[in-house]
């Protein structure tokens, strides 16, 4: 069974502070990875998408990177800010298959 | 542009009636897929269309749940005598051409549908 899943459950940290969301996969055969953030009783924003040639992305504060070999992911969030407070999801897009999430709790 | 439209945004049914979930997605994108997020659970795989295509019909739960897509855009999500475990957000998201299910998916705002 294909399985994706995400460490930490939650996390809380200051606000500036740099952090690092993990998702890690069964089955290192992938097409490509989606990180997407979830407001409280909203739908999905993608964040970042990296193919399976490439290793990592970057939007702004945040980088993604992908590890086929290991069957890992990681997103890293510069300089936090409360305004990143959301639910964090990965993606495993040939399988369609998401990881449980991250709750993010950036304090002021 | 428009992004993916869901509608309604709530809807709440009593057991044992029948529901329908409308998705619009982004203009152009020939990728479509239905989600079911439950509280306190990840996003379920529902249906997958993609073009003329066969739908992946591998994730409806049972035999209540279908759904189509016509002309190639607007999809419906029909849930037959609803149960209250049917309760959760129904996600769609679309994308461009995706054979692989590997293109960025973009996602409505969900419908959050009570079954009382």
């Known amino acids: 069974k294909q399985e994706v899943t995400q460490i930490p459950a939650a996390l809380s940290v200051p606000e500036g502070e740099n952090l690092v969301l993990n998702c890690s996969f069964t089955?290192?055969?992938?097409?490509?990875l989606q990180w997407f953030r979830q407001d409280p009783g909203k739908g999905l924003t993608s964040l970042l998408l990296?193919?399976?040639?490439?290793r990592e992305q970057t939007s702004g504060r945040l980088n993604a990177s992908l590890d086929k070999s290991s069957g890992r992911s990681t997103l890293y969030i510069a300089a936090s800010q409360p305004g990143d407070s959301a639910t964090y999801l990965c993606?495993?897009?040939?399988?369609?298959?998401f990881g449980a999430g991250t709750i993010l709790r950036v304090k002021s | 542009g428009a992004g993916v439209s869901q509608s309604p945004s709530n809807k709440v049914t009593e057991k044992g009636k029948d529901v329908e979930l409308r998705c619009d997605p982004i203009s152009g994108h020939t990728a479509l897929y239905w989600y079911r997020q439950s509280l306190g659970q990840g996003l379920e795989f529902l249906i997958y269309?993609?073009?003329?295509?066969?739908?992946?019909k591998s994730g409806l739960p049972s035999d209540r749940f279908s759904a189509e897509r016509t002309g190639g855009s607007v999809s419906t999500l029909t849930i037959q005598r609803t149960q209250q475990e049917d309760s959760a957000v129904y996600l769609c998201?679309?994308?461009?051409?995706?054979?692989?299910?590997?293109?960025?998916?973009?996602f409505g705002p969900g419908t959050r549908l009570t079954v009382t």
């Open positions: 089955d290192s055969a992938i097409y490509n």
């Open positions: 990296i193919q399976s040639s490439q």
């Open positions: 998201a679309s994308s461009p051409m995706d054979r692989d299910r590997s293109y960025e998916q973009y």
């Open positions: 993606k495993k897009g040939n399988k369609l298959v």
């Open positions: 269309f993609q073009g003329n295509s066969a739908p992946d």
